[in-house]
């Protein structure tokens, strides 16, 4: 028996019409009816002002929809069902025999695709939020476990102390004298190291005066809240965001991270080609900000394109074995 799709939403008179239609052929073209309602299913992107919109089969109708449209349709989708019965395509057969149950991955997929941005926002969260949970346990006396937060997460970030955050102490951060911050005391001056011993710095994680300091550098800090702050209002907007032009990611977001960071680099190799130059605090966050920012805005949206297809799908299949068994 075919089964026949149909997305609709509330007070829709058009919607009705074709379910009237549809129920006027039942007799002619055996069927089962699918029934989807958008906004419910959260396909209102997808489908939009769209509906009344009928699958049958690899055959799509979308409004208007007439009596007439939906015979032939329902014709040839029944003429290629008979025909892929008759040749014992095994490709058709093994589709129709998944399409009978719903497998424990189904119900997986499902949810994953309705609740994806929840997964992705709480495990942002968690990795910002361990970052400042290492300096708030050395605070506490609890040396051990911070230790292990510093030790894992030195594999993602370089956690230079001039160039991180610093909790519980005299200032925020303590920069090195190239970058030229006033009314901030230097990481030379605060801590009497020589700031261009990079693995002093990285092992350096703070004392009881000065602080201690984030698991991750200011600029990793800046771009997983950024990333954090848009998922957030992406969920909270019900996903209705369009990815920005890839164009706007370059420009707003690699552009300005690559300049800061990349001319930085460059300007402390062995070479004496470029002025030397260090960033600041404030450009390090701005131009973090901007990449997590952008990067988030191009790419939540793309994800949120497969994950509407993939609801679609799993819908369509729960509800058919459903009204199977009713």
């Known amino acids: 028996m075919l089964t026949v799709t149909l997305y609709i939403k509330e007070d829709c ?39 009344p919109v009928v699958e049958i089969g690899p ?28 040749i014992n395509d095994k490709a058709h057969q093994k589709r129709v025999e998944r399409g009978k149950k719903i497998s424990t991955a189904d119900r997986f997929f499902y949810w994953f695709s309705n609740h994806y941005m929840w997964v992705f926002n709480f495990f942002v969260f968690l990795y ?7 300096p708030i346990l050395m605070n506490s006396g609890l040396e051990r476990p911070a230790g292990f937060i510093y030790t ?7 956690q230079l102390s001039f160039r991180s955050w610093f909790l519980f102490g005299e200032q925020i951060a303590y920069p090195r004298a190239l970058a030229n911050v006033r009314g901030l005391m230097t990481y030379a001056e605060a801590t009497g190291f020589d700031p261009v011993n990079l693995e002093q710095a990285q092992s350096f994680l703070g004392n009881a005066i000065l602080g201690y300091k984030t698991a991750l550098c200011q600029r990793d800090v800046a771009i997983y809240s950024s990333i954090l702050l848009f998922g957030l209002v992406f969920s909270l907007a019900k996903k209705k965001f369009k990815s920005i032009p890839f164009w706007a990611w370059v420009v707003f977001g690699m552009v300005p991270i690559g300049l800061d960071g990349v001319s930085q680099l460059i300007s402390q190799l062995p070479f004496d080609i470029f002025t030397y130059r260090e960033s600041t605090p404030f450009l390090r966050t701005l131009t973090g900000g901007l990449f997590g920012l952008t990067t988030a805005w191009f790419g939540y949206p793309l994800v949120e394109e497969t994950m509407e297809d993939t609801r679609n799908i799993m819908a369509k299949k729960i509800s058919a074995v459903k009204s199977r068994k009713q």
């Open 59 to 86: 055959y799509t109708i979308k409004a208007p929809v007439n009596i007439k449209t939906l015979r032939m349709t329902l014709g040839a989708a029944q003429d290629r069902a008979d025909h892929l019965g008759n």
């Open 128 to 134: 910002v939020g361990l970052a400042f949970l290492a």
């Open 13 to 51: 008179h058009l919607c009705t019409e074709v379910i009237n239609n549809l129920g006027n052929l039942k007799e002619e073209f055996p069927h089962r009816l699918v029934v989807l309602d958008i906004e419910k299913e959260d396909l209102t992107q997808k489908y939009g002002e769209k509906v």
């Open 152 to 158: 894992i997460y030195r594999r993602f970030c370089h």
